[in-house]
């Protein structure tokens, strides 16, 4: 039974610029509507997409689509977090997936939320994705799933037959990069994983074949040829990874700004290599 004008704890988003600006406090818990649910969170995770939102890092048209978005002086939207797993405390009268006492887990998407006691999800909505959770998976382990893992898995399928083929990782050991590696083996590829030198023995015990230290040596510049090249971070050069296909080969690319898009589009025609772009799409049977 819901009570109203009851409170919860949130961490509250005060001002763009470092952590300091979350700040833990009481605020009014959400009522759902017909079309949603209630979830009482039990974990929730900080994503790099957070940080960046909240730290205004990125590039000056980035930083500008924020403050039009969330607010020109201070954040009007003051609760993030995407990721979250928890337990169905009420439901609305429209939903039909989840009932109460369900185990989550899901993603809010740019709805965010998650940095609180309990969020309000509609089940299906755009950026929406909840389900129930794998009975073999703790909270914790299950909150970090939705983001980095529905966008590997969206960007791999779109790359078909990784059986028997060479794929390669960059940023392999970083939210999306990690699940990209484990899924890419699981399809059979042979994988070798980007990253820094400290973080390969985790791209190690992930699965990867291979590991390359970015920080000594540019993949790009050796005379391996790959089928399928994954850059779960968005910053590679699209000219060095195009060379670096075998012909018909598929360049994946997570998080791309706007100008490495447009020349990267123009390249990958000259060069017969396909190009995907994320973000992929998100729904309840990618996230089951």
């Known amino acids: 039974m819901l009570t109203p004008g009851a409170s919860m704890r949130a961490v509250v988003w005060t001002r763009y610029g470092p952590a300091e600006g979350l700040v833990l406090t009481e605020v009014p818990r959400p009522v759902p509507n017909d ?16 940080c960046e939102l909240r730290s205004l890092r990125g590039p000056l048209g980035f930083r500008v689509l924020v403050r039009l978005l969330m607010g020109p002086i201070r954040p009007r939207r003051q609760i993030l977090g ?8 009420a439901v ?11 185990r989550v887990f899901g993603t809010t998407g740019f709805g965010f939320g998650a940095y609180a006691e309990y969020v309000c999800l509609s089940p299906g909505a755009m950026g929406t994705v909840v ?34 083929r060479r794929v390669l990782i960059v940023g ?51 005379s391996e040829r790959y089928d399928v090249i994954f850059d779960a971070v968005g910053k590679s050069r699209w000219a060095g990874c195009l060379d670096s296909l075998r012909p018909g080969g598929c ?10 898009r447009l020349g990267g589009l123009r390249r990958s025609r000259s060069h017969g290599r396909r190009v995907m772009i994320g973000p992929s799409s998100r729904s309840i049977d990618d996230l089951n």
């Open 131 to 164: 389900t129930r959770m794998p009975i073999n998976m703790s909270y914790d382990e299950a909150a970090t799933v939705p983001t980095g893992g529905l966008e590997a898995f969206g960007l791999l399928r779109r790359a078909p037959g990784l059986a028997g």
């Open 82 to 89: 995407q990721e979250l797993a928890g337990d169905v405390e």
């Open 92 to 102: 609305g009268r429209s939903v039909t997936e989840l009932r109460v006492g369900d």
């Open 251 to 260: 360049y994946l690319v997570g998080n791309p700004d706007l100008r490495a």
């Open 172 to 222: 392999a050991a970083g939210g999306i990069g990690s699940f990209a590696v484990q899924l890419a083996k699981h399809a059979g590829a042979e994988v070798s994983g980007v990253d820094s030198g400290p973080k390969l023995e985790l791209v190690r015990a992930l699965g990867a074949d291979h590991l390359i230290d970015f920080l000594n040596e540019d993949f790009t510049k050796g």
């Open 35 to 50: 079309r949603q649910v209630l979830v009482k969170v039990r974990a929730a995770t900080v994503t790099a997409g957070d």
